[in-house]
């Protein structure tokens, strides 16, 4: 089976940044992308993120494009989201999920982590 277990969330100001991290263990064959996904309150999942486990091709949502970078270390079977210029609007708990097909809707995806909150202070 595999697993994703997501770190580094926590509490920042707006206009800060953090960095999470995904740890994948198990069969690595079956994850062909690797995404990012945020569900704020009362909100429905949404798509952040997603990465090609071979080829590093990478997609953002339209709401955090150029604050947001995706990268993984394969060595390590982590996937990274480098987040900058938060604002109070991306608190979420954000989740890490792989799938083998490149798509935005949670559906698509297999596996998921449980989740690490991110809380931005205005």
């Known amino acids: 089976q595999v697993q994703l277990v997501e770190s580094g969330g926590g509490l920042v100001q707006a206009g800060g940044s953090l960095r999470l991290s995904c740890a994948a263990s198990?069969?690595?064959?079956?994850?062909?992308?690797m995404a990012w996904f945020r569900q704020g309150p009362g909100k429905e999942r949404e798509f952040v993120a997603r990465?090609?486990?071979?080829?590093?091709?990478?997609y953002y949502g339209d709401s955090v494009k150029g604050r947001f970078t995706i990268s993984k270390d394969r060595a390590k079977n982590t996937v990274f989201l480098q987040m900058h210029s938060l604002k109070p609007e991306d608190t979420a708990i954000y989740y890490c999920?792989?799938?083998?097909?490149?798509?935005?809707?949670?559906?698509?995806?297999?596996?998921w982590g449980q989740g690490t909150q991110v809380t931005v202070s205005s």
């Open positions: 198990g069969p690595t064959f079956s994850m062909y992308f």
């Open positions: 999920a792989a799938g083998q097909y490149s798509a935005i809707y949670p559906a698509n995806y297999n596996y």
């Open positions: 990465i090609s486990w071979g080829a590093e091709s990478t």
